[in-house]
C-alpha cells in the first residue's frame, strides 16, 4: 500500500510539472499567435492554457502542497533563494562555458529577478506574520528580463535597459 501511494503520488508530481509547463506554453503560443495576426487562435491558446492551469492547480492541492499565506511565502522565499543561490549560477556558469550567448543573457536576466522576488517575499512574510497586509499599490514588471520593482517605476530597467514606459503594471 506505501509502494502504491508513492507511486501516486510521483506520478501527481509528474502531472502537476507537465500541466504548469503546458499552462506556460500555452501563454507562449498565445503571445505569438497574437504577433502574427492571429487573434482567434491566441484566444484558443489562452483559454486551454487556462484549463491547463486548473489541472495543475487540482494536482497541487490533490499534493497537499497549498499551504496558509505565511507557508506559501516561505515555499516562495525557498523557491527563489534556491534559483539565486545554486541553480542559476550553474545554469550560467554552465552556458559561459559552452559559449551560448542566448543562454548566458536569459540566466542572467533571471537571476537578477529571482533576487528581488526572493526579498518581496521576506518583506511580505514579515507583514503576514504581524497580521498585516504587504503595503504595495502598484508592481512593475520588465517585459524582457523580468526585472520587477514596486509603487515606483524605473526610467529604464537596471537590468536590460528598457525604457520604464514599456514595463507591465500590476495594479
Given amino acids: 500500500m506505501v509502494a502504491e501511494r508513492k507511486m501516486t503520488r510521483k506520478f501527481l508530481e ?11 506554453k500555452y501563454l507562449i503560443f498565445a503571445e505569438q499567435a497574437e504577433k502574427e495576426g492571429y487573434p482567434n487562435i ?8 487556462y484549463a491547463e492551469f486548473v489541472h495543475a492547480k487540482n494536482h497541487f492541492i490533490a499534493l497537499g502542497k497549498l499551504g496558509k499565506t505565511p507557508e506559501n511565502l516561505q515555499e516562495a522565499i525557498n523557491g527563489e533563494t534556491h534559483e539565486v543561490e545554486e541553480m542559476y549560477p550553474v ?3 554552465a552556458a559561459e562555458f559552452q559559449g551560448e550567448r542566448d543562454a548566458v543573457r536569459t540566466t542572467h536576466y533571471a537571476l537578477e529577478a529571482e ?3 526572493a526579498d518581496f517575499y521576506a ?12 503595503e504595495i499599490k502598484k508592481v512593475y ?12 517605476i524605473p526610467e529604464k530597467c537596471p537590468v536590460c535597459g528598457v525604457p520604464g ?4 503594471v500590476f495594479e
Avoid: Q, W
Fill in 115 to 117: 533576487k528581488i522576488h
Fill in 165 to 168: 514606459d514599456k514595463f507591465v
Fill in 14 to 24: 509528474e502531472a502537476f510539472a507537465g500541466e504548469s509547463m503546458a499552462h506556460m
Fill in 42 to 49: 491566441a484566444k484558443l491558446f489562452r483559454a486551454i492554457a
Fill in 91 to 93: 545554469f550560467k556558469n
Fill in 141 to 152: 514588471i520588465c517585459p524582457v528580463c523580468g526585472y520587477t520593482a514596486v509603487d515606483e
Fill in 123 to 134: 518583506k511580505a512574510k514579515e507583514r503576514v506574520e504581524k497580521g498585516e497586509d504587504f
